[in-house]
């Protein structure tokens, strides 16, 4: 059954949601990948002025009890925005099985994706409870853009100029030297955007470029580019956030360094573990990563017992102050569910 647009006679009332609702199918349910951590993402569509896509997890995230589908509304946005939003999984003859509402959810810049655990696989895969159509395990979403945030801004014609710059070899004031690539730059674009890069340029000679080890070439050429203006692509943040966050906290790169730890975040969401987040707990700590550090935090303080059992848990011997953060954390946690129950 084919989705039938929304047709709108006169002007609505201001008050009225700017809903926009969109189907995605997931043929063969039952024939997709079974092992937990798995994820199915579909293809993009757009709602609002923005690109979104579905995933979901057929026999649930790591985070997640075993069997339970998970299922998260993902964005991979270049600004914050907030948002009202169901995620409705169908039956079989186009009614509704199971509806989730979250309302005032904020997708972050490069970080957008909520969701939950929506029904145990079993239920889904059971004839008589008329979800599948055919094996089709589909969803309806449906998207409300809060007001404030609808106003699309148009990328600034200076970043476009700006990166005509990039490699400018004849009026390049200064030069890194990366193994054997030579990467140019212009001193006052690096003192307005990398003050701590541009320092570090000061005392060479203009005419011999300025040794920087310990990073890749290609990582280097990446964080060069933001300078002049250039996005990095969200297939590259997939592989190589980490690579970013490291060499940009080292050299100053402030604005990427945020970037590279939001996507670092989300590239371990569903990876984060009893047995790597004490690991990036304590890379938080040093590194001064507040977003990694939160969510290594919530998932120690989720999996208590767990982590505090760990061998990894042990690791905290070495930072006694952080231990301390995360027994304030957990006893915290502890308090309020006793309130609330």
């Known amino acids: 059954m084919s989705v039938i647009a929304d047709v709108h006679v006169g002007e609505p009332n ?3 949601p700017l ?8 043929h063969n349910f039952a024939d997709l990948p079974q092992e937990r951590g798995t994820e199915i993402k579909s293809s993009t569509f757009t709602c609002g002025g923005h690109e979104w896509f579905l995933e979901i997890f057929p026999r649930g995230c790591i985070t997640a009890e075993d069997g339970m589908v998970s299922v ?10 907030v948002v009202d939003f169901d995620v409705i999984m169908k039956n079989n003859t186009g009614g509704n099985y199971k509806r989730a509402t979250f309302l005032n ?3 972050k810049r490069y970080i957008g994706g909520h969701g939950h655990h929506h029904e145990k696989r079993d239920k889904i895969l059971d004839a008589s409870n008329n979800v599948l159509n055919n094996g089709t395990l589909t969803f309806e979403v449906r998207i409300r853009i809060h007001e404030d945030y609808c106003c699309r801004v148009p ?27 030579i990467y140019y730059a212009h001193k006052a674009i690096l003192k307005a955007r990398v003050p701590e890069l541009a320092e570090l340029a000061e005392p060479y000679d203009t005419k011999k470029a300025i040794p920087i080890k310990d990073v890749q070439p290609e990582i280097f050429e990446t964080m060069l ?7 990095v692509d969200a297939s590259y943040w997939d592989k190589h956030a980490k690579q970013i966050l490291d060499a940009s906290g080292k050299y100053g790169f402030t604005q990427l360094k945020s970037e590279a730890e939001a996507w670092h ?3 371990i969401r569903d990876t984060l573990s009893v047995r790597n987040v004490v690991d990036e707990l304590l890379y938080a700590d040093a590194k001064s990563c507040p977003l990694l550090k939160k969510a290594a935090m919530d998932f ?3 999996h208590g017992e767990k982590v505090i059992d760990s061998e990894s848990y042990g690791l905290l011997d070495e930072s006694p102050e952080l231990r301390k953060e995360v027994m304030r954390a957990a006893f915290s946690s502890s308090k309020k569910r006793k309130r609330e129950e």
């Not at 970043?159 to 890194?176: M, N, P, R």
């Not at 580019?225 to 996005?231: A, E, L, M, P, T």
């Open 14 to 16: 201001r008050n009225w």
């Open 105 to 107: 959810k904020e997708f």
């Open 300 to 302: 120690i303080v989720e």
């Open 72 to 81: 998260y509304l993902c964005s991979d946005l270049t600004s914050n925005i």
């Open 225 to 231: 580019k933001h300078v002049y203006g250039k996005d």
């Open 19 to 26: 809903e926009e609702r969109v189907q995605v199918h997931f």
């Open 265 to 267: 975040v989300k590239n």
């Open 155 to 181: 990328k600034p014609a200076v970043a476009d100029d700006l990166y005509k710059l990039y490699q400018d070899e004849d009026t390049a004031d200064v030069a890194f030297k990366v193994e054997e690539h």
